[in-house]
């Protein structure tokens, strides 16, 4: 018996290490091959860079249109945010605590609303943002994200405001406190795991839109990085390796951010798991 779970033990610990290794070697050959010249790269493309070059990379960074990217994919996944966790956690309160005529067929509707990507709306959409003059503005991309990330936000929300004992509300009730004060003041710094993790799940999709804000955004003043990406490939098609410097340089960002927020994320999706 105990030769089997260590044999178990071990095959899992490989498979863990084949995953990580999938995922290692690619962005580790994207951070080697930024230190070559397109030269070297096409004739050494696999071995360590003869001479190690820095130009790639120190290049894109004393760029300015580059930290302007990273800085309006920033604003951006704040801004979605904010208004996705807002909107989502009043509505997920009032789902979870409150019972109306019509409550389970309202949260039928958000439910389904996981079933529909955003492609199927992208014509109504711009249409939408056009009318409004939303077109080449930064709330043309933050409003439709929150929108879309409605959904599995509330989802999430409401399952873990079912988890707060009906006892605290009523407690929190007979002592003078009001339904907003229960929600402002109690609710929601008991959910805190919870609200962190849609935080980061807003944060994560708002970074790696590419879609909207390619469809929003004509003027490079507003671009976010992965249209960045996509503009500065076409640019420099042919420098290979000051192409892979600049992959590279733009994910760091949100490897820096999944490395900080890993733990609150999975710290969060655990407290629901083991309060459902």
């Not at 605590?97 to 992208?122: D, H, I, S, W």
């Not at 976010?224 to 340089?249: C, E, H, K, N, R």
């Amino acid at each position: 018996m105990k030769a089997r779970r260590a044999a178990r033990g071990l095959s899992l610990h490989a498979v863990v290490w084949l995953i990580g290794a999938f995922v290692a070697a690619p962005l580790g050959y994207a951070v080697i091959s930024g230190f070559k010249s397109t030269g070297e790269l096409t004739t050494n493309p696999f071995g360590l860079p003869g001479r190690w070059e820095a130009g790639n990379y120190t290049g894109i960074l004393g760029d300015g249109m580059f930290w302007r990217q990273i800085a309006n994919s920033a604003g951006i996944a704040i801004g979605t945010t904010c208004c996705t966790v807002a909107a989502s956690a009043m509505a997920a309160f009032v789902l979870a605590r409150y019972a109306f005529r019509g409550r389970e067929l309202f949260y039928a509707l958000f439910t389904v609303g996981l079933m529909f990507p955003f492609a199927v709306a992208v014509l109504p959409l711009f249409l939408l943002l056009r009318t409004f003059g939303l077109l080449d503005n930064p709330l043309g991309v933050i409003l439709p994200q929150a929108a879309f990330g409605l959904p599995t936000t509330i989802i999430i929300l409401r399952g873990f405001f079912r988890t707060i004992p009906a006892e605290v509300e009523e407690a929190a009730v007979m002592d003078g406190c009001g339904k907003f004060r229960f929600f402002w003041r109690i609710l929601l710094p008991m959910a805190r795991p919870a609200l962190g993790t849609v935080s980061v799940l807003a944060i994560v999709a708002s970074w790696n839109n590419f879609f909207l804000p390619l469809l929003v955004f004509d003027s490079p003043t507003w671009q976010t990085v992965p249209v960045g990406v996509q503009q500065f490939q076409g640019q420099y098609s042919t420098d290979y390796a000051l192409v892979l410097a600049y992959i590279v340089l733009a994910m760091v960002p949100a490897l820096a951010f999944y490395a900080v927020a890993e733990r609150q994320l999975i710290g969060g999706l655990t407290a629901g798991a083991t309060k459902g």
